[in-house]
């Protein structure tokens, strides 16, 4: 594998003690497999952080800069997706799974590889900002009464001999992110595992990640979302109309069932017509986007980032307003390996063992030598549910590192989504996207 020869000094540094944690900073007792596994010890300075040691208020909520360029990111991340698939594929990612898993992994990250992932991925934003807010993001989340999250992070190091983790980079995923830190053969018991962790994290939404473990992997960083959430207003039988037709982004028309509402907040974007449908409790909820007539979904979203439109202003600043709603049930799953995606968007340096670096990742050996590593796949994967009950959701992010050799109307306003639409679940306090989709066609 190749490594990089680099002076043993100043490799001991401060760690900022944070609190708030609602997870166990390493994993549980037991083994993920018959004890194949060990936990990798956490060093001087981590900080074991307990649910309601004050650690959330003392992180602060993000800023509405913030907001706007994270927004922005998010947007950009989905248009360069959607640019690689057909105008007939659903497409769904979940922006703040990406910036968990991404996030660690800029931890580990020097120079112009740092400087592209902070203006890719964070619009701009400092690695220091974008973990103050994650952690903000995760406890934020996770402290909801009304619905239900799941936020979670783990780091699986293939247990090798001099392969050890870099203390400041440890230190911070572990205080910033609770990420679990786990030493893996990396043989199938470890897919097996990773997949067994991201199905138990998933609520059983999402089985499985990975299928194999490439010879020249050295870590994966992996971030799990789960979301449960009830309508705050329920249908009732009268609401729900059983064979509406959905006109498909290819011509074609599918069969659906409608759920038809009236909602009170009501927004315009780039030319779409949007409106906010609540979870119960109102901190979190569904956005529906109907682009003007004769636009695809891939259209109106290169229009919205073109434009450097603020989505996340437009959800918190939506006007009161009566809207009649037809929203058809359905179900979604998307799988994408991104890293093309990220690299065309604007870190192409992450990827290339040649370009990439990431030396703050790993510590060096008793020999001064340190292992080189460059993100070798991103694989992200969604599953959604929508349906006169409420909305379950899921998305999983893994990052593997590899190593070479190692208006005021009269009447109401109508949104009737029977034809290709844009939808996103968002925090209605932050604005920001937690899952951000497009739904050209249904199955």
Request: with cysteine.
């Amino acid at each position: 594998m190749k490594k990089k020869f680099l002076q043993l000094f100043g490799i001991f540094s401060t760690v900022v003690f944070l609190t708030g944690c609602a997870k166990p900073v390493i994993s549980p007792s037991e083994n993920p497999s018959n004890n194949q596994y060990n936990e990798m010890p956490i060093g001087e300075g981590a900080v074991n952080m307990t649910e309601g040691s004050g650690g959330l208020e003392s992180l602060g909520e993000p800023t509405e800069a913030e907001e706007k360029a994270l927004s922005n990111a998010s947007v950009k991340v989905f248009l360069e997706t959607i640019k690689k698939e057909s105008d007939e594929k659903n497409v769904l990612l979940s922006p703040t799974s990406l910036m968990f898993a991404l996030g660690m992994t800029e931890n580990g990250a020097n120079g112009q590889t740092l400087e592209e992932m902070e203006n890719t991925m964070n619009g701009g934003i400092s690695i220091e900002e974008l973990n103050r807010i994650l952690s903000y993001t995760a406890n934020h989340l996770e402290s909801s009464e009304d619905v239900e999250w799941n936020v979670a992070d783990s780091i699986w190091v293939r247990d090798e001999e001099g392969l050890k983790l870099n203390q400041d980079f440890l230190n911070k995923v572990v205080s910033y992110y609770c990420a679990e830190i786990w030493k893996a053969p990396f043989d199938q018991s470890t897919v097996d595992d990773i997949n067994n962790w991201v199905n138990n994290n998933t609520k059983g939404m999402i089985p499985e990640i990975l299928d194999q473990i490439p010879a020249d992997a050295v870590m994966y960083l992996v971030n799990a979302i789960a979301f449960e959430g009830e309508w705050e207003e329920q249908y009732s039988e009268d609401d729900i109309y059983e064979n509406e037709i959905f006109h498909n982004a290819d011509g074609s028309t599918t069969t659906v069932t409608m759920l038809r509402s009236e909602e009170n907040r009501y927004f315009e974007l780039a030319g779409g017509e949007g409106f906010i449908k609540t979870y119960k409790g109102g901190e979190y909820a569904f956005v529906g986007i109907l682009p003007e007539e004769g636009m695809t979904t891939k259209e109106y979203i290169n229009k919205l980032a073109e434009n450097g439109e603020d989505f996340s202003k437009a959800i918190r600043e939506a006007e009161f307003e009566e809207v009649i709603v037809n929203m058809p049930e359905f179900t979604n799953d998307y799988e994408k390996e991104m890293s093309s995606v990220f690299a065309e968007a604007g870190m192409p340096s992450a990827f290339h063992p040649e370009t990439a670096d990431f030396t703050n990742m790993f510590a060096p050996d008793e020999n001064g030598y340190v292992y080189e590593p460059y993100i070798g796949r991103i694989l992200h994967k969604t599953h959604i549910e929508v349906d006169r009950e409420g909305t379950k959701a899921a998305a999983v992010t893994v990052v593997e590192m590899k190593c070479e050799a190692v208006m005021e109307m009269e009447e109401p306003l109508r949104i009737t989504l029977d034809r290709p639409f844009v939808y996103a679940i968002v925090d209605t306090t932050t604005g920001l996207p937690i899952f951000l989709g497009c739904q050209n066609t249904m199955e």
